[in-house]
Nanobody
């Protein structure tokens, strides 16, 4: 069992930045891919960014050039640095760990972009 705890969400003005953190209960990054998803009210959950166990990264088009996913193996933490935030980035952001058919979700952290 893997437990994931997200933090770092909050209220930010358009154009601002936030850094989300997801801390895992164990040293899993060498075998699990880590993902950030988001879900806005009334919308489906969507993939924002991925970092594989081999450090390959992937970004949704909406995140390219603005968001950066990274991980700190010593801290068992994956980050999502979000810059140039827009109102449409408002959502609950979830962390997910996956390995084949096995996956685990965090509880989510709210990000609100508003003036």
């Amino acid at each position: 069992q893997v437990h994931l705890v997200e933090s770092g969400g909050g209220l930010v003005q358009p154009g601002g930045s936030l850094r989300l953190s997801c801390t895992a209960s164990g040293s899993i990054f060498s075998i699990y891919a880590m993902h950030w998803y988001r879900q806005a009210p009334g919308k489906q959950r969507e993939l924002v960014a991925t970092i594989t166990s081999g450090d390959t990264t992937y970004y949704a088009d909406s995140a390219k050039g603005r968001f950066t996913i990274s991980k700190d193996i010593a801290e068992n933490t994956v980050y999502l640095q979000m810059n140039s935030l827009k109102p449409e980035d408002t959502a609950v952001y979830f962390c997910k760990a996956s390995r084949g058919a096995r996956f685990y979700w965090g509880q989510g952290t709210q990000v609100t972009v508003s003036s």
